[in-house]
């Protein structure tokens, strides 16, 4: 169960780390928050929606009291995906296992093989044989967690969670485990390839980039998010499949949450804003969604 957990901790991190890294802005400056309430349109309660970024350092960890004081009062909370449902996290675990035959190596040449090798046992201390079975998607989580440099790192989704299994608080997905896989899957296996190849290059560059991301993320400073997500280097993504579609898709099913009881929404940063982003999306169905500060 420990390694299935990983596993889906992967790939939220991964779905997580595209998003917080892509997306265009629409939010004034003067709204920098990472929490935003969600009112009106004859909501009996209102709802919270709370932008994420997967591992941070526990001394980065951001919670503040407006924070704690909204998580309190939601009665229930929904991520991405339904994570303490052991059903979504064996789905979610099984589809990023290769079905196709082929072996983890298959995909690489025999010298991006051993790069790859060398640098999953000297940089994250592990053997790449352990991963065999994996599709090769399923190594960019592991990638996009290095810039954590701390002994500990601490994740907000399982934080979140155990905070609301602690509080008995109900906890729900906004996808399915295959919506997130279909997402994943459309990244062209060679572009996957060369985002491993190219991250283990310039991984010092890699560090300095999530450091400023960090940095950001814990002044709630949207409009400097904003630069560094422009700013990024990898623009192949698909972002109308990674964000748009799926920001859309969520705005009915956050619709319905919120009229049954109010609920705390813990998302990716990179979800929040933007022309096509929740918060915009929220408004143009007439809800009131204001930043908590």
Not at 76 to 102: H, W, Y
Request: glycine content about 6%; charged content about 25%.
């Amino acid at each position: 169960m420990k390694k299935i957990a990983t596993l889906i901790t992967g790939l939220v991190a991964l779905l997580t780390t595209i998003t917080t890294y892509a997306q265009q802005k629409q939010i004034s400056v003067k709204d920098r928050s990472l929490l935003w309430k969600i009112s009106g349109k004859h909501l009996p309660k209102p709802s919270y929606l709370f932008g994420t970024i997967h591992l941070i350092c526990s001394e980065d960890f951001l919670w503040t009291e407006k924070m704690k004081e909204s998580f309190g009062m939601s009665e229930k909370v929904c991520f991405e995906m339904d994570l303490d449902n052991p059903e979504v996290m064996i789905q979610a675990s099984m589809g990023l296992m290769d079905k196709t035959g082929r072996k983890l190596k298959e995909y690489f040449t025999d010298e991006q093989y051993k790069t790859l090798e060398l640098y999953f046992n000297d940089s994250l201390g592990m053997d790449i044989a352990m991963f065999e079975q994996l599709k090769p998607v399923a190594l960019l989580s592991m990638l996009g967690t290095t810039g954590v440099s701390c002994a500990n790192p601490v994740s907000y989704e399982d934080s979140l969670m155990k905070k609301a299994q602690a509080d008995n608080k109900e906890i729900m997905g906004l996808e399915e485990p295959k919506e997130q896989l279909d997402v994943l899957a459309s990244i062209p296996v060679d572009s996957v390839v060369q985002q491993l190849m190219d991250a283990m290059e310039n991984n010092s560059a890699n560090d300095s980039d999530f450091a400023n991301l960090i940095s950001a993320y814990k002044k709630q400073d949207l409009p400097k998010l904003y630069e560094l997500l422009t700013n990024s280097k990898d623009q192949s993504l698909d972002l109308g499949m990674f964000l748009d579609k799926r920001n859309k898709n969520w705005i009915p099913r956050i619709s319905t949450k919120m009229l049954a009881s109010s609920v705390f929404f813990a998302v990716g940063a990179g979800h929040l804003y933007g022309e096509t982003g929740v918060i915009n999306l929220l408004r143009k169905e007439g809800y009131k969604v204001e930043a908590v500060k």
